[in-house]
């Protein structure tokens, strides 16, 4: 079969005439994503993304603030002990591993352990009375854990959680080593000079905190200069005395609030700090003098323990 040949005219003309000639069409529009695999009914299309950790915070806290667990002279205290902000400042959060040292009644127990619960830990660490000096001392903290131990026991909803550890006055442990998050101590720093181990106790608590891991102090804070020795027993304390403690066991300071401060507190009471509110050593002497000033002007302390 013969090819046929068309004069070089002809075929010039048709390629003017071509529709690779004419200018360039826009771009079909892209086609659409298919639709996305159904999701299990029990889920949402879109997941509700997590709640910001301070959102979580406020929000369990509020709630323990609030419990019907803590008596009405319990929460009459939030306002000279601020919980919220304190423990805010602190970096505290429901998901971490809690040492609270030495507990007394439980009253900051109350909130801590609601606001961990199934999320966190709480560890209360007691001291071992068998292992004071004084017998006074033995007999005081022999009651005192009995009763925190019953007060735990009474309401296993709110506290069934806690670990109760105790350790050695002489030899003080909190834990395996860098097992927590944060180590709380409320006014008990001066009842550690008292037990002759408030360097072992800084030293203890560093040691089981995690690189990285808060060490938050609050205690009475004893007038500006003020000699150590004059007013040991008076339940103030300088604060520079306490940042040395833990500065000395390997801490850095890394800030001091003014969140439990309270310049009506002239700190130059008969009976040391236990004149104030809520102890009342003098009794009814001058209690409504005492009861206007309100609880102790205190420090307010946070350390952290270098990452390694």
Not at 86 to 102: H, Y
Request: aromatic share 8%; proline share 8%.
């Amino acid at each position: 079969m013969k090819k046929l040949v068309l004069p070089m005219s002809l075929v010039v003309a048709l390629a003017a005439c071509s529709p690779q000639s004419e200018a360039p069409k826009p771009a079909a529009p892209a086609a659409a994503p298919a639709p996305e695999a159904a999701k299990p009914a029990d889920q949402p299309a879109t997941p509700t993304p997590p709640a910001a950790a301070a959102q979580t915070f406020d929000a369990r806290i509020d709630a323990a603030l609030a419990g019907a667990w803590r008596s009405d002279a319990n929460k009459a205290r939030d306002a000279y002990r601020h919980p919220k902000e304190t423990l805010a400042f602190f970096g505290v959060q429901p998901s971490q591993t809690i040492v609270e040292i030495t507990p007394g009644g439980g009253w900051y127990t109350e909130v801590l352990a609601p606001l961990v619960k199934g999320q966190g830990k709480l560890v209360a660490a007691v001291a071992d009375a068998a292992t004071a000096a004084k017998e006074g001392t033995q007999k005081y903290l022999a009651n005192g854990n009995a009763k925190f131990r019953e007060k735990l026991a009474a309401d296993a909803a709110n506290y069934g959680e806690v670990e109760v550890r105790e350790f050695s006055l002489t030899a003080p442990k909190l834990g395996e080593p860098g097992t927590a998050d944060v180590v709380l101590t409320f006014r008990n720093v001066h009842n550690f000079m008292n037990w002759n181990n408030d360097k072992a106790m800084f030293q203890a608590a560093f040691d089981v905190l995690k690189p990285g891991g808060v060490l938050g102090v609050t205690d009475h804070r004893a007038a500006s200069g003020a000699d150590l020795e004059k007013i040991k027993d008076s339940g103030y304390l300088p604060q520079d005395y306490v940042v040395k403690l833990a500065t000395d066991a390997g801490f850095k300071l890394d800030g001091s609030s003014e969140i439990n401060a309270n310049p009506k507190d002239t700190k130059d009471y008969e009976k040391g700090v236990w004149t104030l509110p809520p102890s009342y050593a003098l009794g009814d002497k001058d209690r409504e003098k005492y009861a206007a000033i309100g609880e102790s002007d205190r420090m307010t302390l946070k350390f952290v323990k270098p990452a390694q």
